[in-house]
C-alpha cells in the first residue's frame, strides 16, 4: 500500500486514507499493519507502533469525525458536538515524544499518541477555520476524488489534491475528449 500525503496537515492526509468516499471507497488502513505503516510514511513515528485490531478501530473513528468537522468548516455549518468530544479527547492524550540517540532524533510512542498527534492536527486548523481564519480548505475538484487539502496557492486557485494523481487525469480526460470532438464530423 502507498500512501498519498497531499493535504498539507498531517489530520487531513489521514482522511485521504478513505479513498473515493462518494462511490465504494478504498480503505487504505485496512488493518492494523497498515495504520503502523501509516504512522511511519507519515513522518508521525521514526518507527512503526504496535496497533492492536481496537487501536485500528479507534483510529478510524476518529477519521471519520475529523472528516465530519472539516465538512461542517467547508459548508459554514456548526461543529458536530460529538465530533468536537471525540478529537478534543484524542487531542488530550500524551503525544508522539522525541527521543536524542547518538544517530539524531526518533519519534516514539504508541497507536494513541498517533490519534492525538493527528487529532492535535485537526483540532489547530479546524480552530483556525471555525475563528473565522486559517488557510483555504478545498476538495478536490477530480469527481471521484474526495481528498481535502489546504490551499496554500497565491491565488488560492488550486483545483486537484495533487497533479501527479488527480490533475493529470483531469488534463488527460480534456485533451481526449478535445480530440475525439474534433475528430468528428462537423
Do not use: H, Q
Not at 496497533?51 to 465530519?68: G, H, M, N, Q, V
Not at 492536527?121 to 480552530?127: D, E, K, P, V
Not at 488560492?156 to 475528449?177: H, I, L, Q
Amino acid at each position: 500500500m502507498t500512501f498519498v500525503f497531499v493535504g498539507g496537515n498531517l489530520a487531513l492526509d489521514l482522511l485521504g486514507t478513505l479513498k473515493w468516499r462518494r462511490t465504494a471507497g478504498e480503505e487504505c488502513l485496512g488493518s492494523p499493519a497498515d495504520a503502523a505503516r501509516w504512522a511511519v510514511a507519515s513522518g508521525t513515528m521514526t518507527s512503526e507502533p504496535r496497533f492492536s485490531p481496537t487501536d485500528l478501530t479507534a483510529l478510524l473513528e476518529l477519521r471519520e469525525a475529523i472528516y465530519r468537522l472539516f465538512r461542517a468548516a467547508m459548508a459554514g455549518d456548526p461543529p458536530p458536538p460529538a465530533d468536537l468530544r471525540l478529537v478534543n479527547a484524542a487531542a488530550s492524550r500524551p503525544g508522539v515524544a522525541l527521543e536524542l540517540t547518538p544517530a539524531g532524533t526518533t519519534r516514539v510512542g504508541d497507536a494513541t499518541a498517533v490519534a492525538a498527534e493527528v487529532a492535535r492536527a485537526a483540532a489547530g486548523l479546524l480552530g483556525e477555520i471555525f475563528a473565522g481564519g486559517g488557510p483555504r480548505l478545498r476538495e478536490c475538484e477530480r469527481p471521484a476524488c474526495t481528498r481535502l487539502f489546504v490551499d496554500r496557492s497565491r491565488g488560492g486557485t488550486r483545483a486537484w489534491c495533487g497533479m501527479a494523481e488527480c490533475g493529470n487525469r483531469v488534463k488527460a480526460a480534456d485533451y481526449r475528449a478535445r480530440k475525439a470532438a474534433a475528430r468528428r464530423p462537423g
